[in-house]
């Protein structure tokens, strides 16, 4: 059986090594949200930065209380398979790579077909989720107060607002029909400051 593995945050613009095929999809049932601290890549110990996770929705409702995002956002992303030769090696790569609080789970990936239909396009994908037991899963946080904490951050990979924007650049591009509230407005707030930072210099 073929390793694949969906990516969702970093993984899609930066995929993982030995990669043999690409399929664009997307989830059923999940939010992508800005609910996991990154003490090692875009933030350090001492000051954590922001990284997304995968929530079931109905989970997420709980989490979320009042958090007016539609229904109809949707989590793309790429899953990739991974020449099986190399699996082994991919694994552990990937098991480093996520290993801060990132569990692996199994999920469905969707597409549309010709008629327009969707449909479950492979079934059974790896997929790193920070699930909400997990000691860096940070939950919901006014918009505000995550995008300041996304400006400021800066970890080993560098700047947490630069994993922003080369994230909602990755889902355009992706699927530039795709709706994705929390990415967007995110997005809007963190150019507002960088711009009211512009004008006070």
């Not at 970890?155 to 795709?178: D, F, H, I, T, W």
Request: glycine share 8%.
């Amino acid at each position: 059986m073929t390793y694949t593995v969906f990516g969702y945050g970093s993984l899609i613009f930066k995929p993982p090594p030995h990669v043999i095929s690409e399929a664009h999809g997307f989830l059923k049932g999940y939010v992508r949200r800005f609910a996991q601290k990154s003490h090692d890549h875009r933030g350090t110990p001492e000051k954590p930065g922001r990284v997304v996770t995968l929530i079931h929705k109905e989970e997420w409702d709980v989490f979320s209380g009042s958090e007016a995002f539609p229904d109809e956002d949707i989590v793309w992303g790429i899953a990739y398979t991974i020449d099986p030769e190399y699996e082994k090696e991919v694994r552990e790569y990937l098991d480093y790579r996520e290993k801060d609080g990132y569990t692996l789970e199994t999920v469905n990936v969707w597409g549309v077909d010709s008629n327009g239909q969707e449909t479950i396009v492979l079934h059974g994908v790896h997929c790193y989720v920070g699930r909400n037991d997990n000691p860096s899963f940070i939950g919901s946080e006014p918009l505000d107060t995550l995008a300041q904490k996304i400006w400021e951050s800066v970890g080993p990979s560098g700047p947490n607002k630069e994993y922003l924007y080369k994230l909602v650049e990755a889902v355009r591009k992706l699927a530039p029909e795709s709706h994705d509230s929390h990415l967007y407005a995110l997005e809007t707030r963190i150019r507002a400051l960088e711009q009211s930072i512009g004008l006070g210099s």
